[in-house]
């Protein structure tokens, strides 16, 4: 356990992959009935169109999953 003043990248950070590579991490949460997400990278964002498509599908699966 880590206290949270200590925590650099959130209780439930989860490695953000794309393609053959590890870019980032994702911080989710549920506030209420809403998903929250955010996301760090380790060199930016990819600014393909098909990588917000894919990350928009990954959140809804995510909804899905948890209800919401």
Do not use: H
Not at 19 to 41: C, H, M, P, T
């Amino acid at each position: 356990y880590t206290p949270a003043a200590k925590r650099k990248l959130g209780y439930y950070a989860l490695p953000l992959l794309w393609r053959d590579d590890v870019i980032g991490w994702a911080n989710l949460s549920v506030d209420g009935a809403k998903l929250v997400s955010r996301f760090g990278y380790v060199d930016g964002a990819p600014r393909e169109r098909v990588f917000k498509s894919a990350l928009d599908d990954e959140l809804q699966r995510m909804r899905a999953f948890l209800g919401l």
